[in-house]
């Protein structure tokens, strides 16, 4: 064994020799899978910590504060990224017009347990023994 190990980056798998001085390194020191390894820490930090989400929440708050009016540039700079934005966002708006629509055509739920009479069916052509009417008790 040389000591080398697959970095776990995705889109990488190269073959590294980790830092001795690094505890259990899974990323090569490529900027890329160095940027990975961060962005899954801060997703597993933000998901386990809520001081540390609200902390996070609060400087992008200030930073907004700081630069306004950088969005509508971005947005300005970047019309590729409005045009997805607004496709995408069409997407869910019809999507949440569907399931508002599947709700209302949803039958109302049986008020309490009901009781019914079951009446054996007599036919000729079909003797089948499980066939009953149900005849609601009122
Ligand atoms: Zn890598």
């Known amino acids: 064994m040389d000591g080398k190990i697959q970095c776990a980056a995705l889109n990488c798998g ?32 933000l998901a386990a910590d809520p001081e540390y989400k609200a902390n ?11 630069h306004p009016g950088y969005y509508k540039k971005y947005r300005q700079d970047h019309p590729s990224c409005r045009e ?6 069409g997407y869910r708006n019809a999507k949440s017009r569907l399931i508002a629509k599947m709700d209302e055509f949803k039958p109302a739920p049986p008020k309490g347990p009901r009781a019914f009479y079951l009446l054996p069916l007599v036919a ?15």
């Not at 996070?56 to 700081?66: A, I, V």
């Open 14 to 45: 190269r073959i590294f020799a980790p830092n001795p001085r690094v505890k259990n390194q899974r990323y090569c020191s490529a900027k890329d899978c160095q940027r990975a390894r961060k962005r899954k820490w801060q997703k597993e930090k």
């Open 56 to 66: 996070q929440r609060d400087c992008q708050r200030e930073w907004h504060l700081r």
């Open 84 to 89: 997805r934005n607004t496709l995408l966002q």
């Open 124 to 138: 000729k052509m079909d003797a089948s023994p499980q066939k009953v009417l149900l005849i609601p008790i009122s």
